[in-house]
């Protein structure tokens, strides 16, 4: 098991950032991709960023290319998204995935493990 826990969110004004942290735990001695997710109320989760195990691989949703930037410590079992020029339509609960495989994807389905979500507000 992995249990994920997620880190930065809040309250920021339009234009603003913020930056998310992932810290794993458990059997985290496993080469894992990891991704990042988002989810509004009424809506699907949606793909936001993914990263491969050796962190050379990204991977963005085309609302968060050249505004996100998602990386990986793996000395300290903790993932990142830094989130600059944020928007409005950015406000939803963002949630920290990992991939049973090194392999990044921007399917929902091919992550087993998710943390709890933290909440990610813009204000205009």
């Known amino acids: 098991q992995v249990q994920l826990v997620e880190a930065g969110g809040g309250l920021v004004q339009s234009g603003g950032y913020l930056r998310l942290s992932c810290a794993a735990s458990?059997?985290?001695?496993?080469?894992?991709?990891m991704g990042w997710f988002r989810q509004t109320p009424g809506k699907e989760r949606e793909f936001v960023a993914g990263i491969s195990w050796s962190g050379v691989s990204t991977y963005y949703a085309d609302s968060a290319k050249g505004r996100f930037t998602i990386s990986r410590d793996n000395a300290k079992n903790t993932v990142y998204l830094q989130m600059n020029s944020l928007k409005p339509e950015d406000t939803a609960v963002y949630y920290c995935a990992a991939r049973v495989s090194t392999t990044a994807s921007a399917s929902i389905y091919d992550y087993r493990y998710w943390g709890q979500g933290t909440q990610v507000t813009v204000s205009s």
């Open positions: 458990g059997r985290t001695d496993s080469r894992r991709a």
